[in-house]
Each structure stands twice: as C-alpha cells, then as structure tokens.
C-alpha cells in the first residue's frame, strides 16, 4: 500500500455514493487525487455480485492504487463479502466505512453504528482482516455518535490493534451529519496515538487549508468529498501548493468549467453505453455543482436540471459563450 506514493503527503478522493463512479475517480485523478476508493458496498451486494453491485466496483488500472468499501455489521458476512470482492477484481485494499451517518445504513447496524459498539467493530475489522490475507485492510471512522461519545481514540488504537493498516478520520460525529464544523483537534490526537497513518476528512475546501491541516494535525494525507464535487481542480491547487508553495492558484475560468463538464458528460455517456437520458439524468446535480456561479444564474440552473441529451448540454455551453468546446470530444 506504500505510506506515500510520491514521497510526499496523500490527497485522497472520499468515497460518496452516486458521485465517486470510474469516471469522476478518473477525472480526479488526472487533477492530482493519489488514492481513490469505490462507493461504498454492502456485504450482501457482492455476495449477490447482482448488475448494480459490478457498475459500483467497476474501475480502469489507471486508478489504481484503489480501494473497494465495503460496510455491514456481521463480522462472518462481511469477511465472505471480502473473500468474494478479492478474488472478483483485487483492489489494492478494502476499506471498512464506520463512519456513514445516513440513517437507512445505519438502521442495518452498518456504517457510524458500530461506534456505540466497540466489541462488535473489533470482531469485524479483525474478521476482514483475516479474511483478507494479503490485501490490506483500511478504515474510515466519526470522532464518536455524539457530542458526549466522542471516542475516535479508543476506536482507532481497537483498529490498529486488528491489523487495520490505515485509517481515515472525519472530524464529525455522526450527529452532526454534514453540519457544524469538523473537530480537527481530535484528529490530530488520533495521528498522535496510533501509530499508522491517519488521513483528515472535513472542510478541506481550499489549498491553505489542506497546507495548515497537514502542519498542524500531524495527518499522513487529508481526504477530500463535497468540495471535490464542485470543485475536483482543488486536488491540483493542494499539489501545486505542496510542490512550491503557491497558495494563490490562478482561478479556473469560465472556459476550463464547461471544458471539464462537456468532458465529464461525454465519457459519462460512453459509461452508459451511450444512452444520452440515463448519463444525463446521472449528472445534474454535477452540472449545478460544476456551475455554481457562472453567468446566467436561474435560467442556467433550470436549464441544466432538465438537460437529456448531449446536444442540449453543448447548446448551453455555446449560449455561454463557449462555442469553440462544443462538439470538441476531448482527449481522456
């Protein structure tokens, strides 16, 4: 798994369902993102390697080093599952999610859930450990349930005593959800205590930021989720600041946006087979995210939220302004 791939600190993609698809990892590769990981996976959909579960592990070797996620709360399903997902497309480690706060994942005792129930977190992580033999075992967990559990400490010295050999922290509990603010303080305790690398997740939205997480949390790499979404060029902006210190990167014109849309749109297509619909109706909320603040304001939104085809896309583009991109496919 190698602590650093270019002897420096590690930019990681978050997994999020319905977003981190082999064609966004791709894109976020190509902008500088080291490490990236599937959507998250249940033990039970590779078990029943059903159509959907294959789209969700689908990836290219350029992605490589990569992860598959796996979440579930039954230690003998899930060391099955990693069996099952090893020998079905060998990534190069699984990644247990302990830190999902969405309710219908963690009402299946998956996800933040195992952080109320430290015994049962350790018989799965030391399950797929096992069970894993030699691809390694990697964790994302919250700092706790709640403001008054929080427990990142104890749960992160359970794991690196079950051979989990990396772990992600974000610096929420699974309360907050997305809100408030990511409680950095805690994980730099963890990077101080444990001594396997600890990547920081919360609020990297900007170069400075990812600079002073670094310096001051002592983390081995920081990952990087919604910002990515609207915003993947910040994986360039980290490595250029880490490279040379520049923390003013020249802003990505109107021009380098809708390049990078019509591209995303494209190769999405080809991903669907060239069904145009399906891509499209896929990548709304992209292309909301993508554009924020672009002239045009409502009327762009409202035509983007209902956009098919890749023609429409490309007739927006040209209304922007942007006419020399569209019908231009670009080079992968």
Not at 2 to 21: C, Q
Not at 133 to 142: L, N, S
Not at 174 to 189: F, H, L, M, P
Request: include cysteine; charged fraction near 25%.
């Amino acid at each position: 798994m190698g602590a650093a791939l270019h002897g420096g600190p590690l930019l990681f993609l978050a997994p999020m369902a319905g977003v981190t698809n082999t064609v966004f990892r791709k894109l976020c590769k190509g902008l500088g993102a080291d490490v990236l990981t599937t959507e998250f996976v249940s033990a039970e959909g590779i078990l029943h390697r059903n159509e959907r579960t294959r789209r969700y592990l689908e990836f290219e070797a350029v992605e490589r080093p990569l992860g598959v996620q796996l979440f579930g709360g039954d230690p003998e399903r899930l060391a099955e599952a990693v069996r099952a997902v090893v020998d079905w497309v060998a990534p190069d480690f699984i990644d247990l999610n302990f830190g999902c706060p969405v309710n219908k994942v963690v009402a299946k005792n998956g996800g933040s859930a195992l952080l109320k129930d430290c015994p049962l977190l350790a018989r799965v992580a030391g399950a797929v450990v096992g069970a894993a033999g030699e691809t390694p075992v990697t964790a994302k967990i919250r700092i706790g349930w709640d403001s008054g559990s929080v427990n990142a400490i104890e749960t992160a010295r359970i794991l690196e005593g079950e051979g989990v050999r990396r772990l992600a922290v974000h610096g929420r509990t699974k309360a907050q959800g997305y809100t408030g603010q990511a409680d950095w303080g805690v994980i730099a305790a963890v990077a101080a205590v444990v001594g396997i690398p600890v990547i920081g997740n919360g609020d990297i939205d900007s170069a400075a930021v990812a600079l002073r997480r670094f310096r001051e949390a002592g983390v081995a790499g920081v990952m990087i989720g919604r910002h990515a979404m609207s915003h993947p060029w910040i994986f360039r902006e980290i490595r250029m600041a880490l490279e040379t210190g520049e923390l003013d990167p020249e802003p990505v014109t109107a021009a380098e946006r809708w390049a990078f849309v019509l591209k995303h749109a494209r190769l999405e297509t080809e991903w669907w087979g060239g069904k145009e619909e399906l891509a499209m109706r896929s990548m709304r909320a992209r292309f909301m995210a993508y554009t924020k603040g672009l002239p045009g304001g409502a009327r762009l939104r409202s035509q983007l939220q209902s956009v098919s085809s890749l023609a429409e896309l490309e007739e927006i583009a040209a209304e922007q302004g942007m006419e020399k991109l569209c019908g231009i496919r670009e080079r992968e």
